[in-house]
């Protein structure tokens, strides 16, 4: 049997330890693969023909007013709806704490008559605030990137083509704020989206929100130009279109998710290192060198032209690009073997950066669309926590002992130990961090660290086995039952294949943009530029396809299967002055 024919269960052996790859920094180094969800859409969006219209655009000169987008698919339809307002610049902020945005906009499923239009003008624009309809999927805000978005209407309004070295700073003309789904305020449950055949994978409906925005951002800007200057105006090029993302600003909302749901981080985990498994298993051929040198030498340019204001992250990039010219030449001179790749992985993981070494993981994944592509499906998983009552007490501390050891050997007693608590704020129901001690709100703390959870119940569990060794789980609960959500917990992630994040969240030295970066990589953002220690901002869908690829009987399957590290188009031969 061949490597390409060998069954998932098989890879097992291949797959890295959970002790390596659920290490914390190890996961803020991660970078999206061609199985990240923004990069699945497009792909899913092609095989099956799925279309995009715009059924509505009534906006002024200035570009406010509504749009409706018409999104058919072969199971179904659906609508993006926009609402575009004046925003004076003081109300303009990506804090969550906003209340108003330039842009609010709302992922509909089946029709959008009059009725239902009035009743999304009224509430979408109010976000948190507004009643919104159960039949909404999405709702979502965005602001403008101001001087990214005057550059691109005054050049396009002269009948010139925008710098696109603004482009090379920040990448898009929207950057949405928050995207929320899966039931939140009011909106339809993400039960009601599994159901479906569109929908089914996590995040699916919010890349296909966020991707429509994109292609309203340049019409809106190609509006306000014809606008302007009617006679003198000029299309957006294609090249640049392409490369027009959606930024996103996002903060310590995100980090509860990853610890939240167990079961769907270990299944998104083990899907890429199944994906990784499968590449380095190849026997390559000198195609695939070539193919590798290629994705190689792009991402050092991408790397190369991408301005980040985050000094931190400039560095880790910096690195990243000297190591990769290491690896180009390491491609360049060394003869192919059956286990060249194995060795690359082997050797990228012990000398050099764990930026570079994820790097190194994802372009091999990009290597073998056919293998990896089938894992798409592994992408999602259900949630259960299961107890098992009558498991004996001394298998569950064996348990704890052997996944959870990392959260038993720490001391939490110890004042950096114990530095962080988190909590949620009352205004925003947003999750925060406070210093222990020093800050308030420690009385409503989120039990979000695992570890010391887990090292209670341990203590407890001990216990119990000194006065019974015979004692079952049941017995433990029946006297601690304030232990029963951790010891479900225990042993389910027990039963998976990467288990937990390997992490104190309360310890001095964690790092919470690691919990960010990590599920961003897996949603498929690219462009990570942290903003002090608990937000960053991300693009979305830059290098992806233009929404008219899609119809066109020359757009190659590459338009919507490669735009991995995009690269910036050349620069017009004539620029615009007020660009």
């Not at 004076?88 to 704490?97: C, L, M, N, P």
């Not at 209407?153 to 995207?179: C, I, K, M």
């Not at 110890?414 to 704020?425: I, L, N, V």
């Not at 090292?455 to 015979?470: I, K, N």
Request: aromatic share 8%; with cysteine.
């Amino acid at each position: 049997m061949t490597a390409n024919a060998l069954p998932l269960a098989e890879l097992a052996p291949s797959l890295r330890p959970a002790s390596t790859v659920m290490e914390l920094e190890r996961l803020g180094s991660f970078s999206p693969t061609r199985l990240s969800f923004a990069r699945r859409l497009t792909r899913l969006m092609s095989d099956q023909g799925w279309r995009v219209s715009r059924s509505r655009f009534d906006l002024d000169d200035e570009g406010h007013g509504e749009a409706i987008y018409r999104l058919d698919t072969p199971a179904g339809h659906y609508h993006i709806v926009v609402f575009s307002q004046h925003l004076e610049d003081a109300q303009r902020t990506d804090r969550v704490i906003a209340e108003a945005w330039d842009v609010t906009f709302g992922l509909v499923e089946g029709e959008v008559d009059e009725a239902l239009m009035s009743s999304l003008a009224a509430n979408v624009p109010l976000q948190e605030a507004g009643r919104q309809h159960p039949r909404l999927l999405v709702i979502s805000r965005a602001n403008k990137s101001v001087r990214n978005f005057q550059a691109f209407v005054a050049a396009l309004a002269s009948g010139e083509q925008p710098n696109v070295a603004y482009l090379r700073e920040s990448g898009y003309l929207y950057r949405t704020t928050a995207v929320y789904g899966n039931g939140k305020f009011g909106i339809a449950d993400y039960d009601r989206l599994r159901q479906g055949a569109d929908f089914q994978h996590p995040f699916s409906a919010q890349m296909a929100a966020i991707y429509v925005l994109r292609e309203f951002s340049v019409e809106q800007v190609e509006h306000m130009a014809r606008c302007r200057e009617p006679q003198q105006m000029v299309p957006l090029a294609a090249p640049i279109r392409r490369y027009l993302g959606i930024g996103n600003s996002t903060g310590l909302g995100m980090a509860p998710f990853l610890i939240n749901h167990p079961q769907l981080i270990s299944q998104w985990v083990l899907a890429r290192e199944r994906a990784l498994a499968l590449a380095v298993s190849q026997s390559p051929d000198e195609a695939s060198r070539t193919r590798l040198l290629a994705l190689c030498r792009r991402a050092l340019a991408y790397l190369s032209e991408t301005a980040i204001e985050d000094a931190t992250q400039t560095a880790r990039n910096q690195v990243a690009r000297e190591e990769l010219q290491q690896i180009d030449a390491w491609l360049e001179q060394l003869p192919l073997e059956d286990n060249s790749w194995a060795q690359l992985s082997e050797w990228a993981l012990t000398h050099l950066s764990l930026e570079t070494q994820e790097l190194v993981n994802t372009l091999l994944i990009e290597l073998y669309p056919a293998q990896v592509d089938a894992l798409d499906d592994a992408m999602s998983v259900y949630e259960k926590l299961d107890l098992s009552p009558d498991m004996p007490l001394v298998q569950l501390k064996q348990i704890i002992e052997t996944h959870f050891d990392w959260a038993i050997q720490e001391d939490y007693s110890d004042h950096e130990a114990r530095y962080w608590f988190w909590y949620q704020s009352a205004e925003k129901e947003e999750p925060r961090l406070g210093v222990r001690g020093q800050e308030a709100g420690e009385e409503k703390e989120l039990s979000l660290a695992v570890g010391p959870r887990v090292q209670r119940v341990y203590e407890a569990l001990c216990a119990a086995l000194e006065a019974g060794p015979r004692s079952r789980t049941i017995d433990l609960l029946m006297a601690h039952p304030e232990h029963m959500s951790i010891v479900r917990r225990i042993q389910t992630m027990a039963n998976t294949e990467y288990g937990e994040i390997r992490a104190n969240l309360w310890h001095r030295d964690m790092k919470p943009m690691h919990l960010l970066r990590a599920k961003l990589s897996f949603l498929g953002a690219h462009r990570f530029d942290p903003r002090g220690d608990r937000w960053v901002r991300v693009a979305f869908f830059q290098g992806a396809p233009m929404l008219s690829d899609f119809a066109s009987a020359e757009a190659s399957k590459e338009a919507f299967d490669d735009w991995s590290f995009p690269l910036a188009p050349e620069a017009p031969e004539q620029a615009s002055s007020a660009a």
